[in-house]
């Protein structure tokens, strides 16, 4: 029910946007979050939308990511500028009914409570 794509191989400074198509559930209920893994490293949350609007980001990517949401098509995207080798990760959607506001972005790595999660896609910034 959630699908990331949009990923792949870039040079440092370069550009990605990466979309999360969503289907199954009441989209304008849901806040709809961007993740990314790196290997041997926890997961961490990069961005979420709320359907009021707000958007919330994580400090090392402000300035240089967009979220966005659009109703209509179910899908939600994140905008990467002036990418850097340590963006390097497989980016994953997630949407949940009750996390609003930035709360998504405070979760635990660990945190197994999420409504939906997608399939990630591999984002790959050389230098």
């Known amino acids: 029910q959630l699908q990331a794509s949009g990923g792949g191989l870039v040079q440092a400074g370069g550009s990605l946007r990466l979309t999360c198509t969503t289907s199954?559930?009441?989209?304008?209920?849901?806040?709809i979050g961007w993740f990314r893994q790196a290997p041997g490293k926890e997961r961490e949350a990069v961005a979420c939308n709320n359907p009021d609007g707000r958007v919330y980001y994580r400090d090392s990517v402000k300035g240089r990511f967009t979220i966005s949401r659009d109703a209509a098509k179910g899908a939600v995207y994140l905008q990467m500028n002036g990418l850097r080798p340590e963006d390097t990760a497989v980016y994953s959607c997630?949407?949940?009914?009750?996390?609003?506001?930035?709360?998504?972005?405070?979760?635990?790595?660990?945190?197994?409570?999420?409504?939906?999660w997608g399939k990630g896609t591999q984002v790959t910034v050389s230098s």
């Open positions: 997630a949407a949940d009914a009750r996390l609003f506001g930035e709360s998504m972005l405070m979760v635990s790595s660990d945190y197994g409570g999420m409504d939906y």
């Open positions: 199954g559930f009441s989209f304008d209920d849901y806040v």
